[in-house]
């Protein structure tokens, strides 16, 4: 992956994930945040497991990022932007909203 193409993932990835690493983890485990999403086969949901990642990347200083994580952090921006072109008529408190968290989004800030 190039310098360039790294830099633009970089830059995406922060425009979306607006949740810091400790509020990340606190929402993790809430019971909230457990019940929504596609279970990944092993009783825990693909975005609840992303939102672990997403921890670890922002735990991260830009230089120790692997190629994993960059793709990961594509794939994060890739979500966040088709759930937020899906946004219920009331989406505080609703799956929708959840599901965004779990991904490191919370719609509500700015």
């Known amino acids: 992956m190039e310098k360039q193409e ?4 970089y ?4 425009q979306v994930v607006n949740m810091t690493a400790s509020a990340l983890e606190k929402w993790l ?14 009783g825990e949901s693909v975005g609840h497991k992303s939102g672990e990642h997403i921890i670890r990347i922002l735990q991260k200083k830009k230089g120790e990022l692997t190629a994993t ?8 921006h890739g979500y ?29 800030k700015k």
């Not at 830059?11 to 922060?14: D, G, I, P, T, V």
């Not at 937020?84 to 719609?107: R, T």
């Open 69 to 76: 994580d960059f793709k990961h952090m594509q794939k994060v």
């Open 11 to 14: 830059k995406e990835f922060k």
């Open 80 to 108: 966040v932007k088709r759930h937020m072109a899906q946004k219920p008529e009331h989406p505080k408190d609703s799956n929708w909203d959840y599901s965004l968290k779990n991904w490191g989004h919370d719609y509500r």
């Open 6 to 9: 790294q830099e633009t993932i």
């Open 29 to 42: 485990k809430t019971d909230e945040s457990k019940k929504v999403g596609w279970d990944s086969g092993d």
